[in-house]
């Protein structure tokens, strides 16, 4: 089974720049400019460590079943999931059940009507997914509330703070003292966690591959 899926991702940072203003006790409106540009390069390495767009789009996908297979389900590859608008197969549009399609909202998984199988084709799902992101607004200008969970919230607040920081200081230095008192220590970014805080990267792990969140 091939999939691709399409779907314009707004360049929106998962974090408002207040709650990054606020968590580091800046006060001074002046430094907006350059906290905007930290607060979407760590909203951008958690969603590159997550693996998959995050923020809510119209998106139209492309599954594919080879001659002999059945499918129990079908996966998307954004969600959560807010609605399903169309599925095809192989061109024509399947009719939606009477009740609506039978999705899972947290993990996209798109099941069959009627307890069937999903069968050899091109099946092209169109649906809408993902989390609004803070001061975003509908087509009309109206405020939505964000729905990105406090989690992913933290990771990127975590992730910001670092790169503030270590704009003022060796990014590898984790704490120092005075000669006699104390030691001074670095901390070595981990490779698999795509560079991020450990910390922030604990938090995230439920929304990796796999954990369905």
Do not use: H
């Not at 192989?90 to 609506?100: E, K, Q, V």
Request: proline share 7%; net charge negative.
């Amino acid at each position: 089974m091939a999939s691709q899926t399409d779907g314009t991702q707004a360049d929106l940072p998962l974090v408002s720049l207040q709650s990054l203003m606020d968590s580091l006790s800046i006060t001074d409106g002046n430094a907006g400019g350059a906290l905007a540009d930290i607060l979407l390069r760590a909203s951008q390495a958690v969603t590159s460590y997550i693996g998959r767009p995050l923020l809510i789009a119209d998106r139209e996908e492309t599954i594919r079943i080879r001659p002999g297979d059945i499918q129990l389900s079908l996966k998307m590859a954004v969600w959560p999931v807010t609605g399903i608008t169309a599925v095809l197969r192989d061109g024509r549009p399947l009719p939606a059940p009477t009740d609506g399609w039978d999705y899972d909202v947290t993990c996209g998984i798109l099941y069959p009507s009627d307890g069937q199988f999903w069968v050899a084709g091109r099946y092209v799902l169109q649906y809408r997914a993902g989390w609004v992101a803070p001061d975003q607004v509908d087509d009309g200008g109206s405020a939505i509330p964000s729905t990105v969970p406090a989690d992913v919230r933290s990771a990127v607040l975590i992730t910001a703070r670092a790169l503030y920081y270590a704009g003022d200081r060796d990014p590898l230095l984790k704490s120092e003292s005075e000669q006699g008192v104390g030691s001074t220590s670095w901390g070595t970014p981990d490779a698999s966690s795509g560079g991020l805080p450990s910390d922030a990267a604990a938090l995230l792990s439920r929304y990796l591959p796999g954990g369905f969140s």
